[in-house]
């Protein structure tokens, strides 16, 4: 059964969204915004390799609302919802006092939905690309797809110069796009004109880029990689077959978390909900961030599972839950790359070392950063990242050993059950 079959005078989903738009107004109107800087920009190029994207189906499928079949309300969707604004500057002033009344002026209607808007100033050689779409209709892994996909058909090392990421922008932060950065195109001109190290080939060079340029604020001319130190774990996947493996770390997590820090602090996560097409009150509904605070006497397994009852509420960790705002939140927030797929792939010590899973990445948003994946056979790894100026080798031990502990306390307990 189609679940967007439409009754008379309803709205399609993706409008309804729009509409809810104004409930979330008080929230600040959020985009999800990528730069590409390029030099000598080819505009008609660019232009070809932009519209044969947006017409992929893996595209669409990542942007459209669409029914548990996979079909995709496409013939609703007008072209000029994809246009390309293009903008001769003198200056980068002139690109901040343009996002400063982007959200004002690009605000939703019915008719014309910005599911995303593409913007270029050229100022001399150089051409700001700015790739735009809102929180309400879309998440962050739209943008990412397209952004490295655009990068992937255009990239020449003799023209591209940066990729940068601005993981949301919203105008209640009184920020400039711009001035968070530091634009000093020698590294990258010295890198691209006598080729890449390492023998990085050119289809890689896409990923090379997005790691060296890294992430928010060009921390890689003077911030050191972080250190790592990492947790091999076995699982009895047989005993745990009817266990969410994701709530079972995520609790461990919490409660090493709160013991790492004393009892008395309450730590929790974040979800940053995605709409979930296959539930019909979802639509519209799970388009702000939640947060699940989880102190000493409710933290279990059960309340985690509860919690994450639908696989597209993607958690983002946070320590102390106090003063919860949008400053502490940018600066505060952990990410957390999980991977929990079954997959045949086996733990060796091949596939871990090779495990694209696993690039370190240049700058911290935390103290400490996990990564985990869990194989077929039943080795769940985690490689912690850590910046040693915030949190010492002995602490960190402290930390791994006291998650370690957790989760097989957790896994016995789970096991009897």
């Given at each position: 059964?189609?679940?967007?079959?439409?009754?008379?005078?309803?709205?399609?989903?993706?409008?309804?969204?729009?509409?809810?738009?104004?409930?979330?107004?008080?929230?600040?109107?959020?985009?999800?915004?990528?730069?590409?800087?390029?030099?000598?920009?080819?505009?008609?190029?660019?232009?070809?390799?932009?519209?044969?994207?947006?017409?992929?189906?893996?595209?669409?499928?990542?942007?459209?609302?669409?029914?548990?079949?996979?079909?995709?309300?496409?013939?609703?969707?007008?072209?000029?919802?994809?246009?390309?604004?293009?903008?001769?500057?003198?200056?980068?002033?002139?690109?901040?006092?343009?996002?400063?009344?982007?959200?004002?002026?690009?605000?939703?209607?019915?008719?014309?939905?910005?599911?995303?808007?593409?913007?270029?100033?050229?100022?001399?050689?150089?051409?700001?690309?700015?790739?735009?779409?809102n929180h309400?209709?879309c998440d962050?892994?739209?943008?990412?797809?397209?952004?490295?996909?655009?990068?992937?058909?255009?990239?020449?090392?003799?023209?591209?110069?940066?990729?940068?990421?601005?993981?949301?922008?919203?105008?209640?932060?009184?920020?400039?796009?711009?001035?968070?950065?530091?634009?000093?195109?020698?590294?990258?001109?010295?890198?691209?004109?006598?080729?890449?190290?390492?023998?990085?080939?050119?289809?890689?060079?896409?990923?090379?880029?997005?790691?060296?340029?890294?992430?928010?604020?060009?921390?890689?001319?003077?911030?050191?990689?972080?250190?790592?130190?990492?947790?091999?774990?076995?699982?009895?996947?047989?005993?745990?077959?009817?266990?969410?493996?994701?709530?079972?770390?995520?609790?461990?997590?919490?409660?090493?978390?709160?013991?790492?820090?004393?009892?008395?602090?309450?730590?929790?996560?974040?979800?940053?909900?995605?709409?979930?097409?296959?539930?019909?009150?979802?639509?519209?509904?799970?388009t702000a961030?939640?947060?699940?605070?989880?102190?000493?006497?409710?933290?279990?397994?059960?309340?985690?599972?509860?919690?994450?009852?639908?696989?597209?509420?993607?958690?983002?960790?946070?320590?102390?839950?106090?003063?919860?705002?949008?400053?502490?939140?940018?600066?505060?927030?952990?990410?957390?790359?999980?991977?929990?797929?079954?997959?045949?792939?086996?733990?060796?010590?091949?596939?871990?070392?090779?495990?694209?899973?696993?690039?370190?990445?240049?700058?911290?948003?935390?103290?400490?950063?996990?990564?985990?994946?869990?194989?077929?056979?039943?080795?769940?790894?985690?490689?912690?990242?850590?910046?040693?100026?915030?949190?010492?080798?002995?602490?960190?031990?402290?930390?791994?050993?006291?998650?370690?502990?957790?989760?097989?306390?957790?896994?016995?307990?789970?096991?009897?059950?």
């Amino acid at each position: 059964m189609n679940n967007f079959a439409l009754k008379d005078g309803e709205k399609l989903p993706f409008l309804r969204q729009i509409q809810d738009y104004h409930k979330y107004s008080a929230l600040g109107s959020t985009w999800m915004i990528t730069r590409l800087d390029f030099r000598n920009l080819n505009l008609d190029k660019f232009e070809k390799v932009y519209f044969e994207l947006i017409n992929e189906q893996s595209i669409l499928r990542t942007i459209f609302v669409r029914n548990s079949e996979g079909l995709i309300l496409r013939n609703t969707i007008s072209a000029s919802y994809f246009d390309i604004k293009i903008f001769n500057v003198n200056n980068i002033t002139e690109i901040d006092h343009f996002f400063d009344s982007f959200h004002t002026d690009y605000r939703y209607s019915e008719l014309s939905a910005p599911l995303l808007k593409v913007f270029i100033f050229n100022l001399s050689n150089i051409s700001y690309v700015f790739l735009c779409i809102n929180h309400i209709i879309c998440d962050r892994h739209c943008l990412d797809k397209i952004s490295d996909s655009l990068i992937r058909k255009y990239i020449n090392p003799e023209y591209v110069l940066g990729f940068y990421d601005f993981d949301e922008y919203c105008r209640t932060r009184n920020s400039s796009l711009l001035k968070k950065f530091n634009n000093d195109y020698s590294f990258f001109e010295q890198k691209f004109n006598h080729g890449v190290e390492n023998n990085i080939d050119s289809t890689n060079e896409y990923l090379w880029i997005k790691n060296i340029c890294n992430l928010e604020y060009n921390y890689y001319l003077k911030k050191k990689k972080p250190l790592t130190t990492d947790s091999l774990i076995r699982l009895d996947i047989q005993k745990l077959n009817h266990i969410n493996i994701k709530s079972l770390v995520i609790c461990s997590l919490l409660k090493t978390q709160r013991n790492f820090l004393g009892k008395n602090n309450h730590v929790g996560f974040l979800f940053r909900d995605s709409v979930h097409p296959n539930f019909n009150n979802c639509i519209g509904e799970l388009t702000a961030e939640s947060s699940v605070s989880c102190n000493p006497e409710n933290i279990n397994y059960l309340t985690i599972n509860k919690e994450l009852f639908n696989a597209y509420r993607r958690p983002i960790f946070n320590y102390p839950m106090y003063n919860l705002n949008e400053l502490y939140l940018e600066e505060n927030t952990i990410p957390v790359f999980l991977n929990f797929s079954k997959t045949k792939v086996e733990y060796t010590e091949t596939t871990y070392l090779f495990n694209p899973s696993f690039y370190e990445a240049a700058v911290l948003k935390g103290d400490i950063e996990p990564n985990i994946i869990l194989y077929g056979n039943g080795y769940l790894l985690c490689r912690w990242l850590f910046d040693e100026n915030k949190i010492g080798k002995e602490d960190m031990i402290k930390f791994k050993n006291m998650f370690e502990n957790n989760i097989r306390n957790e896994s016995i307990l789970l096991y009897n059950n």
